[in-house]
Every structure is written in structure tokens, then in C-alpha cells.
């Protein structure tokens, strides 16, 4: 499996635009990018996922630069709501799925 | 999607017992997952449950310390034996969806070993 590095702590205010950069640089060819969000006391939850390109649903937008080597979750316009962990997965389609430290997101109002 | 429910969803110990946890979804699935959360920490697979076989644990995991029954397609147990405090974890439960990559997770399972 890919090893990923994310940072591990990010702040935001309320409105604006967070962008998670996740570092993978040795993606295999048939890997996807996929996120997952956790809200304290939860389990986690899929968000995106991606594996070129530009992928946007109603939650989040994902970046993925052509060499594949990190890829970029972004939120649009936060709110209080969103503070949470963001996880970045590299994977095959395997059902093991291996989180890494995780991104801890706060928001402040 | 699935909504999964688990019991019980926290629980205080003494060393040395046992706690079963259950897992339960509202359609059937091949594929169940437990999952641990240690304090603070990322999630760690312990283990894939398909019903009508045998669990498969993951390094570090093992069947005595962690059976595992898969009765049906919408159920499943985990339990933990002989506690130790360093136990003490969130317990999750997870189901495959047919997507890349994707799982449904439960709400968990804190546990607290004294």
C-alpha cells in the first residue's frame, strides 16, 4: 500500500476555502485517491475519491496533478460543521483499507 | 447506503473479562470489517468477516484474542478477550458498499478497560 503524508493539523474561519495536500509518491499505477471524513465520536465517511484529474461531488472537489504523486481535498466555503479528521487512502480496489494519521480540520467561527 | 448500528456503544471493564460487540446492518453484505481506534490514533483493520467462513486477521491480530462470528449476512460479533487496559480503544464495524474503496462504517464502540 502507499504510503501517504498529510499535514496534521489545519485552521479555517467559517467561509472560507480548505485545502488538504496529500503526499503519496509511490502511487501505483491502478491506485485510487480516495478521502474519508470523521466527526468526533463517529466513524469515518466516505467523501471522494479520484484517480486523475478533477473529481467534484457536493461535498468536496479533488485535485490530482498529472504525475499522481499527492493530490489536493478541497472544501468548499467551511462551516463549523466541517471541523473534523480528513484521511487520504491510497489503494488498489482492495477492501483493506489502510488510514494514515489523518488531517485534523478546525473551524472557527 | 447501509446504516449500520452496533451494541453496546460504550462500555466500562475490569481487567481480565470479556466484551462481545455487536454489529448489525440493515441489508446483507458479503463483507463485514472491525476496525480499532486506539486513543488519538487512525484506524487499524483487525480482521475481515465473510459469512460462512473463518475470519482473516490482519498482522498483529489474533483469533484468540479477538473471535469473530459472522452468523448471517447483517450481522456480526467481535469480541474482546481477557482485557487488558491497553484495550481501551473505539471499536468499528464497517461493510463493503460495491464501490472503489469505499465502506459504510458504524458508529463504534468505546471501550474502557480499567
Known amino acids: 500500500l502507499a504510503k501517504t503524508t498529510q499535514p496534521i493539523s489545519m485552521d479555517s474561519y467559517e467561509g472560507q476555502e480548505v485545502n488538504i495536500t496529500c503526499s503519496h509518491n509511490n502511487i501505483a499505477t491502478n491506485d485510487y485517491i480516495t478521502w474519508y471524513q470523521q466527526f468526533p465520536s463517529q466513524g469515518p465517511r466516505f467523501i471522494i475519491q479520484?484517480?486523475?484529474t478533477k473529481v467534484t461531488n457536493e461535498v468536496a472537489s479533488l485535485f490530482i496533478p498529472a504525475d499522481r504523486k499527492s493530490s489536493t481535498l478541497s472544501l468548499p466555503r467551511v462551516s463549523l460543521s466541517d471541523t473534523a479528521v480528513y484521511y487520504c487512502?491510497?489503494?488498489?480496489?482492495?477492501?483493506?483499507?489502510?488510514f494514515g494519521a489523518g488531517t485534523t480540520v478546525t473551524v472557527r467561527a | 447506503s447501509a446504516v449500520i448500528s452496533q451494541k453496546p456503544s460504550r462500555d466500562i471493564c475490569q481487567r481480565g473479562t470479556s466484551l462481545t460487540i455487536q454489529c448489525q446492518v440493515d441489508?446483507?453484505?458479503?463483507?463485514m470489517f472491525w476496525y480499532r481506534q486506539q486513543p488519538g490514533q487512525s484506524l487499524t483493520l483487525i480482521a475481515t468477516?465473510?459469512?460462512?467462513?473463518?475470519?482473516?486477521?490482519e498482522s498483529g491480530f489474533v483469533i484468540d484474542k479477538f473471535p469473530i462470528s459472522r452468523p448471517n449476512l447483517t450481522f456480526s460479533t467481535l469480541t474482546v478477550s481477557n482485557m487488558s487496559p491497553e484495550d481501551s480503544s473505539i471499536y468499528l464495524c464497517?461493510?463493503?458498499?460495491?464501490?472503489?474503496?469505499?465502506?459504510?462504517f458504524g458508529p463504534g464502540t468505546r471501550l474502557t478497560v480499567l
Open positions: 468477516a465473510n459469512q460462512g467462513s473463518e475470519a482473516t486477521y
Open positions: 464497517s461493510v463493503e458498499t460495491g464501490g472503489i474503496n469505499e465502506q459504510f
Open positions: 487512502l491510497v489503494a488498489l480496489n482492495d477492501y483493506k483499507l489502510s
Open positions: 441489508s446483507q453484505v458479503t463483507m
Open positions: 479520484g484517480y486523475k
